[in-house]
């Protein structure tokens, strides 16, 4: 039978957000098993760092809020790759954001950048993955099921993610291409230490759903989950049944953070915490 690491070599894959994090540690899995990766992101200096990593990757500046830079960098890498096997959809912003009194350029930039930025990437690439063997990942949350209070923004994009990825499975699969939507819980990222290291959310537990858990478990399980062409993608594994149960979890999130939200919500209000990733 074939392993993962045989079922990557030589396979093609175009990956965005993947200066840092989960994007670059999958490049460099993926790099590991033999596989030709294509990297797209907006921090110039830690891309190509990862790139040279991932055997002098090439790789693209592009902001997936752009449509036309997406275009480009999909372009560019399936001309460099010679066509494109895999891609996956991996870039992505948080911030809390009161919905009342909140700042609503921080809603609209991660709408901007999780939403459109997925969108943009699975419409860029699909003609070029709508192979048998072609897969497209695209990276929702737990947030995309349960919907914790300061979260509004990011829990709205990542359900918006889930339905694109359920969508797009559906009108790819005439073409023997498969569409997989992955699902974390908070991971040890720089995404999530900003994030959850505001005033705010360390004065409310109610505003996680789970402790912080170790990234690697998340590259074990995409890898896993590439080489099946998996519809789901899920670390840590609890979080495979708590989609199931996504009503009764959400009920759970509400009673709980009933304790202490009012004084959350006026810290998050004054506090104005920016953007996981810095936006140019």
């Known amino acids: 039978m074939t392993d993962a690491s045989d079922s990557l070599r030589d396979k093609r ?21 033999g596989a ?50 895999i891609a996956v959809a991996n870039a992505g912003v948080a911030a809390q954001l009161p919905l009342i009194g909140g700042d609503p350029t921080i809603f609209e930039r991660t709408m901007a950048v999780n939403v459109n930025g997925a969108y943009y990437t699975l419409r860029a690439v699909g003609e070029h993955v709508s192979h048998p063997g072609g897969y497209v990942l695209l990276t929702a949350s737990a947030a995309a099921a349960v919907h914790p209070p300061l979260m509004g923004a990011y829990n709205a994009s990542k359900a918006a993610v889930e339905a694109l990825g359920n969508t797009a499975r559906i009108e790819l699969a005439p073409s023997g291409c498969r ?60 979080v495979e049944p708590m989609l199931h149960a996504r009503m009764v979890v959400q009920r759970l999130v509400e009673v709980q953070a009933r304790r202490g939200v009012a004084d959350a919500l006026e810290i998050a209000r004054a506090e104005h915490a920016g953007l996981t990733t810095p936006q140019t």
Request: glycine letters at 10%; proline letters at 2%; one cysteine or more.
């Open 13 to 33: 894959v175009f990956i965005t957000g993947a200066a840092r994090g989960v994007g670059a540690l999958l490049a460099k899995r993926l790099t590991d098993r």
């Open 36 to 85: 030709k990766v294509a990297l797209a992101g907006i921090e110039a200096d830690e891309l190509a760092k990862v790139a040279r990593i991932c055997m002098d990757a090439p790789f693209f500046d592009c902001d997936v809020t752009d449509r036309a830079q997406v275009e480009a960098a999909v372009a560019a890498a399936v001309a460099a790759l010679g066509g494109l096997d």
């Open 179 to 238: 569409v997989g939507v992955a699902y974390y819980a908070q991971l040890s990222t720089d995404m999530v230490v900003r994030g959850f290291g505001t005033d705010a959310a360390k004065s409310f537990a109610g505003a996680t759903i789970t402790k912080v858990n170790p990234v690697e478990g998340a590259i074990d399980a995409l890898e896993a989950g590439i080489h099946k062409r998996a519809r789901r993608i899920v670390a840590p594994a609890w």
